[in-house]
């Protein structure tokens, strides 16, 4: 089977992103050459354990925290899992967890698995969000209480970018005694994090995120945090996480930290002015469309806009032909007709959450690529009206 990869214009980047050039090369001698296991007491494998903690520092440095608060995990959803499960079996008696109506199925189809109203022995607070997706805090406040094990409230929406204010929930949750866990793999690199200053108690990254490969994640968890295990097994990760290292992508998720934090400037700079040209001129040029999210408190790269009385998918399916590829605010890929759960927490009308895409940009994003999309999408969208039944022109 051949693949294709030429001439591509990647704007999905809260997918997943490419592998940056000098993380690859990073990875290449764990790959080949230095295949040993870390934990062995030779020194071909001593070496490999070396380098990991190594990465382990430069993850940490990028975090604010510290390398022994570090965990290497399998993925974002691992650690969110871990995070979660740890909390509530380290307090047996406290059955109680908040979160939002707009979490990651990472989270969301962990909370609707552990909720009593399905079953089970868990109560769930999931906090509204608004229009423009933005939560209230008086709410929040309100929804804690002595029974409560654990807050798990993203930094920012994967769908929308918008960004939460973790910083004052995590301290309102400290001061009721209660765990505060964050999902953090959109906002990561993107926008300046320091866990020394902040009362976050757990942290849950994916290295594909920002640059690194795949299968590699990591789980903060806060010094004299109470912790129990996920993943049992053996001694690896000061036991908090069995299983042999995944060194290379262990290494490569260490190097993708540390252009992070070279390139965040970057990020908040070029990246977002090149996804304000994109954004301003789909808006301008393209009538009954909206952009959907917070326009102040949201990640630099992400825009999520409705096109009224189009469906998504059909708009992806254009963007294809011309090598574009974006997402959908949609389910309807998984299967569903309904539209994102995001977006319907957030009000969006019927006509337009089902005619949502999202484009997120990175640092390897041009201005000739965005050009080329506002070249494009107008006629497209302009095309599948024609065929809609919900358009008057």
């Excluded at 301290?171 to 959109?186: C, S």
């Amino acid at each position: 089977m051949k693949l294709q990869a030429d001439n591509v214009i990647y704007m999905d980047n809260n997918a997943t992103t490419r592998i940056a050039p000098e993380v690859l090369e990073a990875m290449m001698p764990f790959l080949t050459e230095y295949y040993g296991n870390p934990s062995s007491m030779y020194n071909f494998g001593g070496q490999v354990g070396r380098v990991v903690a190594e990465a382990r520092a430069k993850v940490a440095a990028l975090l604010g925290a510290e390398p022994e608060e570090i965990t290497f995990t399998s993925c974002g959803t691992e650690s969110d899992s871990t995070a979660i499960l740890s909390a509530l079996q380290s307090f047996p008696d406290k059955r109680h967890i908040v979160t939002t109506r707009v979490e990651h199925p990472a989270i969301k189809t962990l909370c609707d698995n552990l909720d009593a109203r399905t079953g089970h022995k868990h109560r769930v607070t999931r906090l509204k969000v608004s229009s423009d997706g933005s939560l209230d805090l008086d709410e929040y406040k309100a929804a804690l209480a002595d029974d409560t094990a654990i807050v798990s409230i993203m930094w920012a929406n994967n769908e929308t970018g918008v960004i939460f204010p973790v910083e004052e929930m995590a301290a309102i949750a400290k001061k009721r005694g209660i765990l505060f866990h964050t999902d953090a793999v959109q906002a990561v690199g993107k926008i300046p994090i320091n866990l020394k200053k902040l009362d976050i108690d757990f942290l849950s990254l994916s290295g594909h995120k920002l640059h690194s490969p795949k299968g590699v994640g990591v789980l903060y968890v806060r010094r004299g945090t109470p912790f129990v295990p996920f993943l049992a097994g053996g001694h690896q990760e000061k036991g908090r996480r069995g299983g042999t290292e995944n060194v290379a992508s262990i290494v490569g998720l260490g190097r993708a930290c540390e252009l992070a934090a070279e390139k965040m400037e970057e990020e908040n700079t070029t990246v977002r002015a090149l996804r304000d040209k994109l954004e301003n001129g789909l808006l301008g040029s393209v009538p009954r469309s909206m952009l959907n999210g917070n326009t102040i408190n949201r990640l630099p790269n992400t825009a999520n806009i409705s096109f009224e009385f189009v469906e998504g998918e059909a708009i992806l399916l254009h963007l294809n032909r011309y090598n574009i590829c974006a997402s959908s605010g949609s389910a309807c890929t998984s299967g569903s007709l309904e539209p994102s759960h995001v977006l319907r927490a957030m009000g969006v009308p019927f006509t337009a959450a089902h005619g949502s895409i999202r484009f997120s940009l990175s640092i390897y994003n041009t201005e000739q690529e965005v050009d080329f999309v506002l070249e494009k999408i107008p006629a497209i969208i302009a095309s599948l009206r024609q065929m809609s039944p919900f358009w008057n022109g």
